[in-house]
């Protein structure tokens, strides 16, 4: 465990910083962009991950475990949304024949 936190200590805590904003930029853009619900939900995922990245790296750092702590929970709810967003996105498909967004207004009485 001390060879892994040496390792992650060697490269700057600024190109953890970097690398999450990235990914977070890219999940942000394919929520806003993107019409796709499956797309959608990957993009969601991908903001969860650059914060669970950065929670990681402050974690090691500062030597405290609680980021990592947050980090498990955040997963635990991904596998939640996950579950519970592809459920929605089968009932939206068997409803409407399409996963495209725009069409969820066919569903309103």
């Given amino acids: ?16 910083i970097t ?9 942000v853009i394919g929520v806003l962009v993107r019409r796709n619900a499956i797309v959608i939900f990957m993009s969601v995922e991908l903001m969860l991950n650059a914060v669970n990245l950065l929670l990681t790296a402050f974690s090691v750092y500062l ?3 609680s980021g990592q702590v947050f980090v498990f929970f955040i997963m635990a709810l991904a596998a939640a949304e996950v579950a519970i967003g592809l459920a929605i996105i089968v009932m ?9 967004i725009n ?3 066919r569903l309103k009485w």
């Fill in 1 to 16: 465990m001390e060879h892994l936190t040496q390792t992650i200590q060697t490269v700057p805590l600024n190109a953890y």
């Fill in 63 to 65: 030597g405290d475990a």
């Fill in 103 to 105: 069409v969820l207004n």
């Fill in 92 to 100: 939206i498909y068997r409803n409407t024949n399409s996963i495209d």
């Fill in 19 to 27: 690398l999450s904003t990235v990914i977070f930029a890219i999940g």
